[in-house]
């Protein structure tokens, strides 16, 4: 038994500086640090990274294809409209989704029923009461620009259902 046709794996990346004055967002929410991340919408790299791995699955390019830093309409724009954007394009349907955020601080474990909750309103999922989305955080151990607190990432995997 193989896996069907119209069922595709994708895995998306991304990493920004942080940087003072700026709003650190993930997922949607607004964690309320000192620093946040540089970028030209929100910054927020949970969001691209899973915008990314959609688009890896649909072999639709990655994020800056779509919304290129070259266009200033996209300047500070939620990362949950770019989301929104790809889900009203695209005809797919989520099986789950598998996201690690890195960042040495702050601690994020109480924003992620946030999170997911601000990723699931935009999204459609095999089943309508699902809410596969995993997220969890890890730290460098402050190893690298990660550990000395100069940036963040996410690494995010996801399974869809490509419909025609």
Known sequence: MGIPPNYRIGNGVDVHPLVKGRKLILG???LNHSYGCDGHSDGDVLVHSIID??????????IG????SSDNSY???????????IADKYNFSIINIDSTIILQEPIIQS???AMKENISKIL??????????SIKATTTDKLGFIGEKR?????TTCLIIKHD
């Open 151 to 155: 940036g963040v990432a996410s690494i």
């Open 65 to 68: 294809s779509h919304f290129p």
């Open 124 to 133: 459609t999922f095999r089943e309508p009461e699902s809410q596969d989305i």
């Open 111 to 113: 924003y992620i029923p």
């Open 28 to 30: 949607g929410v607004d």
């Open 53 to 62: 791995a959609i688009l890896g699955a649909l072999n639709k390019g990655d």
């Open 75 to 85: 300047k500070d724009i939620s990362s949950l409209e770019l989301l929104s954007n």
